[in-house]
């Protein structure tokens, strides 16, 4: 089974297209523009000499600052390299015969439920409902269904699903004993992100696991971090069992604890990224032959309406978007965009006029 593509890959577009990595603007990974915290590089260089022990075995303050940042027990958590491993652990822990995924959306899902032999049922989202995911999902729901992932806010479309909507999943899912695996590695990006997660619902259903990565808003994906929360302490003691002891090396846990720890860094990013996704969007919807989806994090979908490899075409001059070709439920003529820097976003904007006309 090969592994899913996805945006970032620059090491690879270098050598098979013979591209200068030093000119190449990234705007495949839906990474923070801000780059990494000052404060939180010093950590990492602070921290070089304790690369000769080992982590502590059972990661309690990285745990206590992950409890602390989320309002939650530590007891509650898992910890992964990176949320992919929180997503292939899950399936791991649960080995479910049935599961459902919303298409399109992000691939570990269904890369994760393949590893284990699930069979998938795909709930197609409508681009004519604006992606969204609605009531009728629930007849989708039903005893031979274990696991449902919604990815909130979804990738690559960008859509919010409602607290209603996920509620009436999870009351359903429960009578079903579904787990509902809600995936809110973009939902730091927005300042009212307590409108939308479900993380103080946890308390209340034992049938939600919250998937959560930290290499998105701080910026730091080469480092692979992220954590599972639930009030089901079958699954966490389970997915604790068949966790990779240390898997999380101590460079990451410094770089974790002193981010989550910087509210000035979060604030300033999240501001920065607001302001930045609505120049582009602005920028964008002036392009008659561009359908674009109303955005609400760090990143954009756009529909091209020319027949145009707009990837390559754009590649060629040192600038790499996502394709979303690969995405079950759209086509080549769709395509993904992160919010970068004003600098970048408007070298990407001058750049599109150039290749569509």
């Known amino acids: 089974m090969s592994k899913a593509v996805h945006g970032g890959n620059l090491e690879e577009l270098s050598r098979k297209f013979n591209l200068d990595k030093k000119k190449l603007i990234d705007f495949s990974a839906n990474i923070n523009p801000l780059g990494v915290n000052e404060k939180v590089k010093k950590a990492i260089i602070d921290a070089l000499d304790k690369v000769e022990k080992y982590p502590d075995i059972t990661y309690y303050n990285l745990k206590s600052a992950i409890g602390n940042f989320e309002d939650i027990d530590y007891s509650n958590l898992v910890l992964g390299n990176g949320a992919a491993e929180i997503i292939f652990n899950l399936v791991r822990a649960v080995n479910p015969k049935k599961v459902l995924i919303p298409a399109p959306t992000f691939s570990e899902y269904e890369e994760a439920s393949l590893s284990v032999n699930s069979n998938i049922e795909y709930y197609y989202l409508k681009e004519e409902n604006d992606w969204s995911i609605d009531k009728d999902i629930l007849s989708f729901i039903n005893e031979d269904i274990d696991i449902v992932f919604i990815c909130n806010p979804n990738n690559p479309t960008g859509v919010i699903t409602k607290k209603d909507i996920l509620l009436s ?14 995936d809110e590695s973009f939902l730091d990006f927005i300042k009212s992100s307590d409108k939308y997660s479900l993380v103080s619902l946890l308390k209340d259903y034992d049938n939600i696991f919250i998937i959560k ?13 992220g954590y599972g929360i639930s009030n089901n302490m079958d699954i966490i003691n389970k997915i604790q069992s068949i966790s990779v002891p240390w898997n999380i090396n101590i460079l990451a846990e410094v770089a974790a604890i002193n981010s989550l720890n910087d509210k000035e860094y979060i604030s300033k990013s999240t501001a920065y990224i607001e302001e930045e996704k609505k120049y582009l969007f602005k920028e964008l919807c002036k392009f008659n032959d561009v359908k674009i989806f109303k955005p609400s994090v760090n990143f954009i979908m756009f529909k091209l309406k020319k027949d145009i490899d707009l990837k390559y075409e754009l590649m060629k001059r040192n600038i790499i978007i996502r394709s979303c070709s690969n995405y079950n439920g759209l086509d080549k003529n769709y395509y993904r965009i992160a919010v970068r820097t004003r600098e970048e976003n408007e070298i990407f904007i001058n750049t599109l006029k150039k290749v569509i006309s």
Do not use: D
Request: a positive charge; glycine letters at 4%.
């Open 169 to 182: 999943i999870i009351e359903k899912a429960k009578e079903t004993k579904t787990i509902v695996a809600i």
């Open 213 to 225: 990565s930290l290499t998105k808003l701080f910026a730091i994906p080469g480092i692979r971090i």
